[in-house]
Protein backbone atom coordinates (compact mmCIF):
# COMPACT_ATOMS: atom_id res chain seq x y z
CA UNK A 1 0.00 0.00 0.00
CA UNK A 2 1.50 3.82 -1.05
CA UNK A 3 1.36 6.15 1.58
CA UNK A 4 -0.43 8.50 -0.93
CA UNK A 5 -3.45 6.08 -0.61
CA UNK A 6 -4.24 7.94 2.68
CA UNK A 7 -5.69 11.18 3.05
CA UNK A 8 -3.68 14.33 3.59
CA UNK A 9 -5.43 13.87 7.42
CA UNK A 10 -4.09 10.34 8.17
CA UNK A 11 -0.68 11.99 7.04
CA UNK A 12 -0.66 14.40 9.12
CA UNK A 13 -1.41 12.45 11.93
CA UNK A 14 1.17 9.72 11.20
CA UNK A 15 3.64 12.60 11.03
CA UNK A 16 2.60 13.46 14.44
CA UNK A 17 3.10 10.22 16.07
CA UNK A 18 6.31 9.95 13.93
CA UNK A 19 5.35 7.12 12.52
CA UNK A 20 6.16 8.66 9.08
CA UNK A 21 8.92 11.62 8.00
CA UNK A 22 8.23 14.12 5.64
CA UNK A 23 11.48 12.34 3.46
CA UNK A 24 9.22 9.19 3.50
CA UNK A 25 6.47 10.94 2.00
CA UNK A 26 8.88 12.71 -0.93
CA UNK A 27 10.89 9.91 -1.15
CA UNK A 28 7.33 7.91 -1.79
CA UNK A 29 6.81 10.48 -5.03
CA UNK A 30 10.30 10.73 -6.54
CA UNK A 31 10.18 6.52 -6.21
CA UNK A 32 6.80 6.69 -8.04
CA UNK A 33 8.13 8.95 -10.90
CA UNK A 34 10.80 7.07 -11.34
CA UNK A 35 8.67 3.57 -11.79
CA UNK A 36 6.41 5.29 -13.80
CA UNK A 37 7.10 8.28 -14.81
CA UNK A 38 8.29 7.34 -18.01
CA UNK A 39 4.85 6.11 -19.35
CA UNK A 40 2.82 8.79 -18.06
CA UNK A 41 5.31 11.72 -18.71
CA UNK A 42 3.25 13.52 -16.54
CA UNK A 43 6.23 16.34 -15.17
CA UNK A 44 8.33 18.38 -16.83
CA UNK A 45 10.89 19.42 -14.64
CA UNK A 46 11.68 17.78 -11.42
CA UNK A 47 12.66 19.82 -8.45
CA UNK A 48 14.31 17.05 -6.48
CA UNK A 49 17.46 18.33 -4.60
CA UNK A 50 15.58 21.11 -3.29
CA UNK A 51 12.58 18.93 -2.16
CA UNK A 52 14.99 16.59 -0.61
CA UNK A 53 16.94 19.13 1.54
CA UNK A 54 14.00 20.74 2.49
CA UNK A 55 12.59 17.69 3.66
CA UNK A 56 14.98 17.06 6.17
CA UNK A 57 14.47 20.17 7.26
CA UNK A 58 10.64 19.72 7.79
CA UNK A 59 11.54 16.36 9.83
CA UNK A 60 13.82 17.97 12.22
CA UNK A 61 11.30 20.87 13.02
CA UNK A 62 8.91 17.95 13.39
CA UNK A 63 11.78 16.55 15.64
CA UNK A 64 11.06 19.73 18.07
CA UNK A 65 7.80 19.34 18.33
CA UNK A 66 7.19 22.41 16.68
CA UNK A 67 3.04 23.23 16.17
CA UNK A 68 2.23 22.17 12.26
CA UNK A 69 -0.48 22.33 9.59
CA UNK A 70 -2.39 19.96 8.16
CA UNK A 71 -0.56 20.30 4.69
CA UNK A 72 3.12 20.24 6.52
CA UNK A 73 5.43 17.75 4.60
CA UNK A 74 2.75 16.94 1.87
CA UNK A 75 4.47 16.72 -1.41
CA UNK A 76 2.78 18.69 -4.35
CA UNK A 77 2.95 19.22 -8.35
CA UNK A 78 2.89 22.19 -10.07
CA UNK A 79 1.29 23.26 -12.84
CA UNK A 80 3.70 24.68 -15.56
CA UNK A 81 1.83 28.10 -16.03
CA UNK A 82 2.42 28.46 -12.36
CA UNK A 83 5.11 30.48 -11.77
CA UNK A 84 7.90 29.23 -9.36
CA UNK A 85 11.16 31.15 -8.08
CA UNK A 86 14.33 29.45 -8.92
CA UNK A 87 12.14 26.11 -10.60
CA UNK A 88 11.69 26.56 -14.67
CA UNK A 89 8.31 27.81 -16.02
CA UNK A 90 7.52 27.40 -19.62
CA UNK A 91 3.42 27.12 -19.63
CA UNK A 92 5.12 23.97 -21.91
CA UNK A 93 6.10 26.27 -24.78
CA UNK A 94 9.21 26.46 -26.81
CA UNK A 95 8.89 30.25 -26.19
CA UNK A 96 9.48 29.95 -22.78
CA UNK A 97 11.76 26.93 -22.60
CA UNK A 98 14.77 28.82 -21.05
CA UNK A 99 12.29 30.79 -18.05
CA UNK A 100 13.41 30.95 -14.86
CA UNK A 101 11.28 32.91 -12.66
CA UNK A 102 12.55 35.54 -9.92
CA UNK A 103 9.48 35.58 -7.87
CA UNK A 104 6.42 33.05 -7.00
CA UNK A 105 2.82 32.78 -7.59
CA UNK A 106 0.69 33.71 -4.98
CA UNK A 107 -0.67 29.91 -4.50
CA UNK A 108 2.91 28.86 -4.39
CA UNK A 109 3.61 31.32 -1.52
CA UNK A 110 0.64 30.52 0.48
CA UNK A 111 1.77 26.51 0.09
CA UNK A 112 5.37 27.15 1.55
CA UNK A 113 3.47 29.02 4.39
CA UNK A 114 2.06 25.85 4.79
CA UNK A 115 5.23 23.86 4.42
CA UNK A 116 4.06 21.59 1.61
CA UNK A 117 7.13 20.09 -0.27
CA UNK A 118 7.06 21.12 -4.27
CA UNK A 119 8.10 18.18 -6.55
CA UNK A 120 7.75 19.77 -10.00
CA UNK A 121 6.38 20.87 -12.49
CA UNK A 122 3.68 19.36 -14.67
CA UNK A 123 2.89 18.95 -18.70
CA UNK A 124 0.36 20.97 -20.02
CA UNK A 125 -1.12 22.02 -23.49
CA UNK A 126 0.70 25.05 -24.18
CA UNK A 127 -0.57 28.32 -22.81
CA UNK A 128 -3.24 25.89 -21.37
CA UNK A 129 -4.84 25.93 -25.03
CA UNK A 130 -5.86 22.86 -25.58
CA UNK A 131 -8.13 19.89 -24.11
CA UNK A 132 -6.01 16.82 -24.46
CA UNK A 133 -2.54 17.53 -23.38
CA UNK A 134 -1.14 16.61 -26.70
CA UNK A 135 -0.52 21.31 -27.43
CA UNK A 136 2.75 20.89 -25.06
CA UNK A 137 6.02 21.40 -27.31
CA UNK A 138 7.68 19.38 -25.10
CA UNK A 139 6.17 15.75 -24.59
CA UNK A 140 2.70 13.96 -24.58
CA UNK A 141 1.36 13.37 -21.32
CA UNK A 142 -0.73 9.63 -20.76
CA UNK A 143 -3.93 9.05 -19.05
CA UNK A 144 -2.80 6.19 -16.69
CA UNK A 145 -6.26 4.68 -16.99
CA UNK A 146 -4.78 3.39 -20.95
CA UNK A 147 -1.58 5.08 -21.97
CA UNK A 148 -3.34 5.12 -25.62
CA UNK A 149 -5.55 7.61 -24.05
CA UNK A 150 -5.05 11.30 -23.40
CA UNK A 151 -5.55 12.38 -19.89
CA UNK A 152 -7.54 15.57 -21.07
CA UNK A 153 -6.12 19.12 -20.81
CA UNK A 154 -5.17 21.66 -20.45
CA UNK A 155 -4.19 20.24 -16.44
CA UNK A 156 -3.51 17.26 -18.02
CA UNK A 157 0.08 16.83 -15.90
CA UNK A 158 -1.64 17.52 -12.77
CA UNK A 159 -4.43 14.81 -12.98
CA UNK A 160 -2.28 12.44 -14.48
CA UNK A 161 0.32 12.90 -11.97
CA UNK A 162 -2.19 12.90 -8.96
CA UNK A 163 -4.59 9.51 -10.53
CA UNK A 164 -0.83 7.79 -11.33
CA UNK A 165 0.42 8.33 -7.35
CA UNK A 166 3.50 10.18 -8.42
CA UNK A 167 1.96 13.29 -5.87
CA UNK A 168 -0.63 13.52 -3.05
CA UNK A 169 -2.53 16.74 -5.07
CA UNK A 170 -1.37 19.34 -7.32
CA UNK A 171 -2.55 22.57 -8.46
CA UNK A 172 -4.05 23.38 -12.08
CA UNK A 173 -5.39 26.34 -13.83
CA UNK A 174 -9.20 26.00 -15.36
CA UNK A 175 -10.22 29.03 -18.33
CA UNK A 176 -12.92 26.58 -19.81
CA UNK A 177 -12.76 23.43 -18.33
CA UNK A 178 -9.37 22.76 -17.82
CA UNK A 179 -9.01 21.24 -14.43
CA UNK A 180 -12.95 19.64 -14.23
CA UNK A 181 -12.24 17.59 -17.99
CA UNK A 182 -8.94 16.07 -16.74
CA UNK A 183 -10.08 15.22 -13.66
CA UNK A 184 -13.09 13.53 -15.26
CA UNK A 185 -10.74 11.77 -17.69
CA UNK A 186 -8.89 10.58 -14.53
CA UNK A 187 -10.86 9.43 -12.26
CA UNK A 188 -9.77 12.18 -9.74
CA UNK A 189 -11.29 15.17 -7.63
CA UNK A 190 -11.10 18.56 -9.62
CA UNK A 191 -12.26 22.02 -8.54
CA UNK A 192 -12.83 25.47 -10.66
CA UNK A 193 -13.08 28.08 -7.91
CA UNK A 194 -15.29 31.18 -8.10
CA UNK A 195 -13.70 33.74 -10.65
CA UNK A 196 -11.91 35.68 -7.45
CA UNK A 197 -11.45 33.14 -5.09
CA UNK A 198 -7.88 32.13 -5.75
CA UNK A 199 -5.09 34.79 -6.42
CA UNK A 200 -3.75 35.00 -10.30
CA UNK A 201 -1.13 36.61 -9.93
CA UNK A 202 1.81 34.68 -10.70
CA UNK A 203 -0.25 32.14 -13.40
CA UNK A 204 0.86 32.93 -16.92
CA UNK A 205 -2.63 34.52 -18.23
CA UNK A 206 -4.25 32.77 -21.26
CA UNK A 207 -7.40 34.24 -20.49
CA UNK A 208 -7.21 36.89 -17.54
CA UNK A 209 -11.29 37.05 -17.50
CA UNK A 210 -11.82 33.50 -17.35
CA UNK A 211 -8.51 31.61 -15.83
CA UNK A 212 -8.65 30.18 -12.74
CA UNK A 213 -6.24 28.46 -10.11
CA UNK A 214 -7.85 24.94 -8.11
CA UNK A 215 -6.63 22.01 -6.36
CA UNK A 216 -6.75 18.39 -8.38
CA UNK A 217 -6.57 15.40 -5.28
CA UNK A 218 -7.60 12.00 -4.48
CA UNK A 219 -10.50 12.92 -2.69
CA UNK A 220 -13.11 15.64 -1.78
CA UNK A 221 -11.77 16.49 1.53
CA UNK A 222 -8.15 16.60 0.56
CA UNK A 223 -9.61 19.03 -2.22
CA UNK A 224 -11.52 21.22 0.50
CA UNK A 225 -8.17 21.63 2.55
CA UNK A 226 -6.27 22.44 -0.51
CA UNK A 227 -8.62 25.12 -1.38
CA UNK A 228 -8.46 26.55 2.25
CA UNK A 229 -5.14 26.98 1.97
CA UNK A 230 -4.83 28.93 -1.37
CA UNK A 231 -8.06 30.66 -1.44
CA UNK A 232 -8.00 34.65 0.19
CA UNK A 233 -7.74 38.56 -1.00
CA UNK A 234 -4.30 38.86 -2.77
CA UNK A 235 -3.11 42.79 -3.02
CA UNK A 236 -1.31 41.94 -6.10
CA UNK A 237 -4.56 40.68 -7.87
CA UNK A 238 -7.30 43.26 -8.92
CA UNK A 239 -9.56 40.53 -9.32
CA UNK A 240 -8.88 38.61 -6.50
CA UNK A 241 -12.11 39.25 -4.38
CA UNK A 242 -12.46 40.53 -0.88
CA UNK A 243 -14.29 37.68 0.58
CA UNK A 244 -14.17 35.84 3.60
CA UNK A 245 -12.76 31.90 3.52
CA UNK A 246 -14.84 29.73 4.97
CA UNK A 247 -13.85 26.84 6.63
CA UNK A 248 -14.45 23.97 3.77
CA UNK A 249 -13.64 20.93 5.59
CA UNK A 250 -16.77 21.69 8.20
CA UNK A 251 -18.91 21.77 5.05
CA UNK A 252 -18.12 17.68 4.90
CA UNK A 253 -21.06 16.52 6.72
CA UNK A 254 -22.21 13.79 4.88
CA UNK A 255 -25.70 15.41 5.29
CA UNK A 256 -28.33 16.58 1.98
CA UNK A 257 -31.42 16.18 3.18
CA UNK A 258 -33.65 18.48 2.02
CA UNK A 259 -31.23 20.08 -0.87
CA UNK A 260 -32.51 20.96 -4.02
CA UNK A 261 -30.44 20.10 -7.34
CA UNK A 262 -31.16 21.56 -10.92
CA UNK A 263 -30.09 19.25 -13.92
CA UNK A 264 -30.11 21.05 -17.47
CA UNK A 265 -31.96 19.41 -19.83
CA UNK A 266 -29.06 20.89 -22.07
CA UNK A 267 -26.27 18.79 -20.44
CA UNK A 268 -27.99 15.35 -20.99
CA UNK A 269 -28.76 16.30 -24.74
CA UNK A 270 -27.28 15.47 -28.13
CA UNK A 271 -23.69 14.34 -28.14
CA UNK A 272 -23.28 12.97 -25.14
CA UNK A 273 -22.67 9.11 -24.40
CA UNK A 274 -25.18 6.95 -23.12
CA UNK A 275 -22.67 5.29 -20.64
CA UNK A 276 -22.22 9.17 -19.40
CA UNK A 277 -25.84 10.06 -19.57
CA UNK A 278 -26.62 6.85 -17.31
CA UNK A 279 -23.87 7.50 -14.51
CA UNK A 280 -25.25 10.90 -14.18
CA UNK A 281 -28.72 9.72 -13.37
CA UNK A 282 -27.20 6.96 -11.46
CA UNK A 283 -25.45 9.26 -9.55
CA UNK A 284 -29.18 11.59 -9.17
CA UNK A 285 -30.34 8.26 -7.44
CA UNK A 286 -27.57 8.03 -4.89
CA UNK A 287 -28.12 11.98 -3.72
CA UNK A 288 -32.05 11.21 -3.83
CA UNK A 289 -31.34 8.11 -1.34
CA UNK A 290 -29.29 10.63 0.86
CA UNK A 291 -32.53 13.11 0.64
CA UNK A 292 -31.96 15.43 -1.72
CA UNK A 293 -34.33 16.19 -4.78
CA UNK A 294 -33.52 17.03 -8.31
CA UNK A 295 -35.78 18.65 -11.19
CA UNK A 296 -35.06 19.24 -15.01
CA UNK A 297 -34.21 22.72 -15.90
CA UNK A 298 -33.35 24.67 -19.05
CA UNK A 299 -29.70 26.86 -19.48
CA UNK A 300 -31.23 28.35 -22.70
CA UNK A 301 -28.11 30.20 -23.88
CA UNK A 302 -25.45 27.05 -23.25
CA UNK A 303 -25.88 26.46 -26.90
CA UNK A 304 -24.30 29.70 -27.83
CA UNK A 305 -21.53 29.03 -25.04
CA UNK A 306 -18.66 27.00 -27.16
CA UNK A 307 -18.75 30.06 -29.71
CA UNK A 308 -18.60 33.05 -27.28
CA UNK A 309 -15.81 31.26 -25.36
CA UNK A 310 -13.53 30.60 -27.88
CA UNK A 311 -13.74 34.07 -29.22
CA UNK A 312 -13.41 35.55 -25.78
CA UNK A 313 -10.74 34.06 -24.81
CA UNK A 314 -9.09 33.57 -28.28
CA UNK A 315 -9.23 37.78 -27.80
CA UNK A 316 -7.85 37.86 -24.70
CA UNK A 317 -5.14 35.43 -25.03
CA UNK A 318 -3.97 37.80 -28.36
CA UNK A 319 -3.35 40.62 -26.16
CA UNK A 320 -1.82 38.87 -23.70
CA UNK A 321 0.25 36.75 -25.61
CA UNK A 322 1.58 39.55 -27.14
CA UNK A 323 4.40 40.63 -24.72
CA UNK A 324 6.60 37.40 -25.49
CA UNK A 325 8.11 39.04 -28.46
CA UNK A 326 12.06 37.80 -28.19
CA UNK A 327 12.94 41.40 -26.42
CA UNK A 328 13.06 40.79 -22.84
CA UNK A 329 12.63 36.99 -21.74
CA UNK A 330 12.51 33.81 -23.22
CA UNK A 331 13.26 32.50 -26.75
CA UNK A 332 14.21 34.80 -29.60
CA UNK A 333 15.52 33.45 -33.43
CA UNK A 334 18.53 33.53 -34.65
CA UNK A 335 17.65 33.98 -38.32
CA UNK A 336 16.08 37.98 -37.99
CA UNK A 337 18.08 40.66 -39.46
CA UNK A 338 16.10 43.32 -38.12
CA UNK A 339 13.61 44.28 -35.47
CA UNK A 340 10.43 43.62 -37.03
CA UNK A 341 12.01 40.64 -38.71
CA UNK A 342 13.04 39.27 -35.18
CA UNK A 343 9.52 39.83 -33.87
CA UNK A 344 8.11 37.46 -36.51
CA UNK A 345 10.03 35.13 -36.74
CA UNK A 346 10.64 34.34 -32.66
CA UNK A 347 6.87 34.22 -32.67
CA UNK A 348 6.45 32.00 -35.37
CA UNK A 349 9.30 29.46 -34.64
CA UNK A 350 8.12 29.86 -30.14
CA UNK A 351 4.93 29.20 -30.70
CA UNK A 352 2.74 26.04 -31.64
CA UNK A 353 -0.14 25.66 -34.26
CA UNK A 354 -2.81 25.86 -31.47
CA UNK A 355 -1.52 28.63 -29.93
CA UNK A 356 -1.18 30.78 -33.41
CA UNK A 357 -4.64 29.60 -34.44
CA UNK A 358 -5.92 31.28 -31.34
CA UNK A 359 -4.25 34.28 -31.97
CA UNK A 360 -4.99 34.77 -35.10
CA UNK A 361 -8.96 34.25 -34.16
CA UNK A 362 -8.49 36.79 -31.13
CA UNK A 363 -6.96 39.17 -33.59
CA UNK A 364 -9.59 38.79 -36.14
CA UNK A 365 -12.28 39.34 -33.50
CA UNK A 366 -10.53 42.22 -32.00
CA UNK A 367 -9.94 44.08 -35.47
CA UNK A 368 -11.54 46.67 -36.92
CA UNK A 369 -14.60 46.12 -38.27
CA UNK A 370 -15.54 43.43 -36.90
CA UNK A 371 -15.02 43.79 -33.13
CA UNK A 372 -19.04 44.71 -32.97
CA UNK A 373 -20.32 42.03 -34.76
CA UNK A 374 -17.95 39.36 -32.53
CA UNK A 375 -16.31 40.59 -29.54
CA UNK A 376 -18.39 42.62 -28.58
CA UNK A 377 -21.71 40.50 -29.65
CA UNK A 378 -20.11 37.21 -27.20
CA UNK A 379 -19.54 39.85 -24.57
CA UNK A 380 -23.63 39.99 -24.75
CA UNK A 381 -23.98 36.66 -24.85
CA UNK A 382 -21.74 35.99 -22.13
CA UNK A 383 -23.96 37.76 -20.08
CA UNK A 384 -27.01 36.35 -20.99
CA UNK A 385 -25.49 32.51 -20.19
CA UNK A 386 -24.57 34.49 -16.72
CA UNK A 387 -27.83 35.24 -16.44
CA UNK A 388 -29.60 31.73 -17.03
CA UNK A 389 -27.35 30.38 -14.16
CA UNK A 390 -28.57 33.21 -11.93
CA UNK A 391 -31.99 32.36 -12.38
CA UNK A 392 -31.79 29.05 -11.83
CA UNK A 393 -29.87 29.38 -8.42
CA UNK A 394 -32.93 31.33 -7.05
CA UNK A 395 -34.23 28.17 -6.74
CA UNK A 396 -31.85 25.37 -6.41
CA UNK A 397 -28.64 25.15 -4.73
CA UNK A 398 -26.47 23.17 -7.11
CA UNK A 399 -26.91 22.25 -10.92
CA UNK A 400 -25.56 19.00 -11.42
CA UNK A 401 -24.79 17.55 -15.46
CA UNK A 402 -21.33 15.03 -16.71
CA UNK A 403 -18.11 16.56 -16.92
CA UNK A 404 -17.42 15.37 -20.21
CA UNK A 405 -19.70 14.38 -23.03
CA UNK A 406 -17.26 11.13 -23.12
CA UNK A 407 -14.82 9.12 -21.46
CA UNK A 408 -11.33 9.95 -22.51
CA UNK A 409 -10.75 9.56 -26.32
CA UNK A 410 -7.19 8.19 -27.86
CA UNK A 411 -4.36 10.18 -28.41
CA UNK A 412 -4.06 11.82 -32.18
CA UNK A 413 -7.86 10.67 -32.16
CA UNK A 414 -9.08 14.71 -32.96
CA UNK A 415 -5.52 16.50 -33.46
CA UNK A 416 -6.52 17.17 -37.28
CA UNK A 417 -10.24 18.97 -36.45
CA UNK A 418 -9.82 21.48 -34.07
CA UNK A 419 -14.06 21.65 -33.61
CA UNK A 420 -14.20 17.83 -32.18
CA UNK A 421 -11.17 19.05 -30.18
CA UNK A 422 -12.91 22.06 -28.90
CA UNK A 423 -16.57 20.22 -28.24
CA UNK A 424 -15.11 18.83 -25.48
CA UNK A 425 -15.63 21.30 -22.85
CA UNK A 426 -19.21 22.19 -24.07
CA UNK A 427 -20.41 20.89 -20.20
CA UNK A 428 -17.49 23.01 -18.99
CA UNK A 429 -16.90 26.47 -20.70
CA UNK A 430 -20.62 28.17 -18.55
CA UNK A 431 -19.11 27.88 -15.31
CA UNK A 432 -16.25 29.83 -16.81
CA UNK A 433 -18.06 32.03 -18.51
CA UNK A 434 -20.63 32.92 -15.94
CA UNK A 435 -17.51 32.82 -12.81
CA UNK A 436 -19.34 30.21 -10.52
CA UNK A 437 -17.54 27.21 -8.96
CA UNK A 438 -17.72 23.70 -10.18
CA UNK A 439 -15.77 20.66 -9.02
CA UNK A 440 -15.48 17.09 -11.12
CA UNK A 441 -16.00 13.87 -8.83
CA UNK A 442 -15.33 10.46 -10.26
CA UNK A 443 -18.76 8.90 -11.10
CA UNK A 444 -18.39 5.82 -12.60
CA UNK A 445 -16.69 3.81 -15.29
CA UNK A 446 -16.60 3.16 -19.00
CA UNK A 447 -15.09 0.09 -20.03
CA UNK A 448 -12.45 0.59 -17.62
CA UNK A 449 -12.29 4.51 -17.83
CA UNK A 450 -13.59 6.71 -15.40
CA UNK A 451 -16.73 8.97 -15.69
CA UNK A 452 -16.58 12.51 -13.49
CA UNK A 453 -19.78 14.41 -12.23
CA UNK A 454 -19.68 18.03 -12.35
CA UNK A 455 -21.61 19.83 -9.32
CA UNK A 456 -21.74 23.71 -9.89
CA UNK A 457 -22.40 25.74 -7.54
CA UNK A 458 -23.76 29.54 -6.16
CA UNK A 459 -20.53 32.42 -6.56
CA UNK A 460 -18.76 32.06 -3.65
CA UNK A 461 -20.65 29.13 -2.36
CA UNK A 462 -17.49 26.07 -2.42
CA UNK A 463 -18.91 24.82 0.78
CA UNK A 464 -22.30 23.96 -0.41
CA UNK A 465 -20.52 22.10 -3.27
CA UNK A 466 -18.18 20.10 -1.43
CA UNK A 467 -20.87 19.00 0.67
CA UNK A 468 -22.37 17.53 -2.48
CA UNK A 469 -19.33 16.16 -3.65
CA UNK A 470 -18.29 14.50 0.06
CA UNK A 471 -21.71 13.09 0.58
CA UNK A 472 -21.87 11.24 -2.69
CA UNK A 473 -18.13 10.07 -2.85
CA UNK A 474 -19.21 8.58 0.62
CA UNK A 475 -21.82 6.80 -0.50
CA UNK A 476 -19.60 5.41 -3.40
CA UNK A 477 -16.40 3.54 -4.02
CA UNK A 478 -15.63 5.35 -7.55
CA UNK A 479 -12.85 7.47 -6.32
CA UNK A 480 -11.32 4.04 -4.46
CA UNK A 481 -10.69 2.74 -7.95
CA UNK A 482 -6.73 3.32 -9.18
CA UNK A 483 -5.03 2.42 -12.22
CA UNK A 484 -2.85 -0.20 -12.93
CA UNK A 485 0.18 0.72 -14.59
Known sequence: MSLFDHKVSELHSLLNKKEISVSDLVDESYKRISAVDDKVQAFLSLNEENA??????????????????????????????IVTKGIRTTAASKILKNFDPIYDATVVQKLQKEQTVTVGKLNMDEFAMGSSNENSSFKVTKNPWDLERVPGGSSGGS???????????????????????????????????????????GLIAFASSLDQIGPVTRTVEDNAYLLQAISGVDSMDATSANVDVPNYVSALTGDVKGLKIAVPKEYLGEGVNEEVRQSVLDALKVLEGLGATWEE?????????????????SSEASANLARFDGVRYGYRTDNAENLIEMYKQTRSEGFGDEVKRRIMLGTFALSSGYYDAYYKKAQK????????????????????????????FKIGENTKDPLTMYANDILTIPVNLAGVPGISVPCGFSNGLPLGLQIIGKHFDESTIYRVADAFEKATDHHKQKPQL
Do not use: W
Request: hydrophobic share 40%.
Open 297 to 313: VSLPHSKYALATYYLLS
Open 52 to 81: REYAKQLDAALGNGDEVGLLFGMPVGIKDN
Open 381 to 408: VRTLIKKDFEDVFEKYDVIIGPTTPTPA
Open 159 to 201: AAAVAAGEVLFSLGSDTGGSIRQPAAFCGVVGLKPTYGRVSRF
